[in-house]
T-cell receptor, first 114, second 111 residues
Framework: NAGVTQTPKFRILKIGQSMTLQCTQD?????MYWYRQDPGMGLKLIYY???????DKGEVPNGYNVSRSTTEDFPLRLELAAPSQTSVYFC?????????????FGDGTRLSIL | KNEVEQSPQNLTAQEGEFITINCSYS?????LHWLQQHPGGGIVSLFM???GKKKHGRLIATINIQEKHSSLHITASHPRDSAVYIC?????????????FGKGTKLSVKP
């Protein structure tokens, strides 16, 4: 039972490059989330999705895009990488909205923009 | 919009000690989450609670909805409990919506 799988685990990008962080879950969860975690700060929500075809912005969406074509996959795209996007990115999923359901987290992607 | 404060930010304990980590929030909620982030970075959900107390092994979580406060206790602490403990609440309060996370409490348990 894989749970939430994120790839890659580590990546170094140059300023202006683009990349996609992959996230897939095998628990048939409707809700999926992307967070970033900066040193000394709490997790901040970038985007979330309540089901295939439906996405919405979180607290810090600027510079990112998402899509949700299937229940399983929720990729996060960085179009023009900037040093401020250096962070650890976590994908999570839950059966429904997170207040009474636990969120299951991937292992994270450590991204450095140089 | 909710704000979450955790205390202490860092905590060092000797093996066997009783640990308390506190979480306060500003907007009324119906459920609060406690999570654990391992030294390797992985995050797992420990508890969700809406009232009273929950217990799982040596971990006990309590919440006082009226006072907007929750505590996470660890009894008979062990070095393997060393981790960052994070509380999270609904961003706009109530029982719906996305979560806002505290900055975490880094716990180190010495043998």
């Amino acid at each position: 039972n894989a749970g939430v799988t994120q790839t890659p685990k580590f990546r170094i990008l140059k300023i202006g490059q683009s990349m996609t962080l992959q996230c897939t879950q095998d628990m048939n969860h409707n809700y999926m989330y992307w967070y970033r975690q900066d040193p000394g700060m709490g997790l901040k929500l970038i985007y979330y999705s309540v089901g295939a075809g439906i996405t919405d912005k979180g607290e810090v969406p600027n510079g990112y895009n998402v899509s949700r074509s299937t229940t399983e996959d929720f990729p996060l795209r960085l179009e023009l990488a900037a040093p401020s996007q250096t962070s650890v990115y976590f994908c999570a999923s839950s059966p429904q909205t997170g207040d009474y359901q636990p969120q299951h987290f991937g292992d994270g992607t450590r991204l450095s923009i140089l | 919009k909710n704000e979450v404060e955790q205390s202490p930010q860092n905590l060092t304990a000797q093996e066997g000690e009783f640990i308390t980590i506190n979480c306060s929030y500003s907007v009324g909620i119906s459920a609060l989450h406690w999570l654990q982030q391992h030294p390797g970075g992985g995050i797992v959900s420990l508890f969700m609670l809406s009232s009273g107390k929950k217990k799982h092994g040596r971990l006990i979580a309590t919440i006082n909805i009226q006072e907007k406060h929750s505590s996470l206790h660890i009894t008979a602490s062990h070095p393997r409990d060393s981790a960052v403990y994070i509380c999270a609440v609904p961003l706009y309060g109530g029982s719906q919506g996305n979560l806002i996370f505290g900055k975490g409490t880094k716990l180190s348990v010495k043998p």
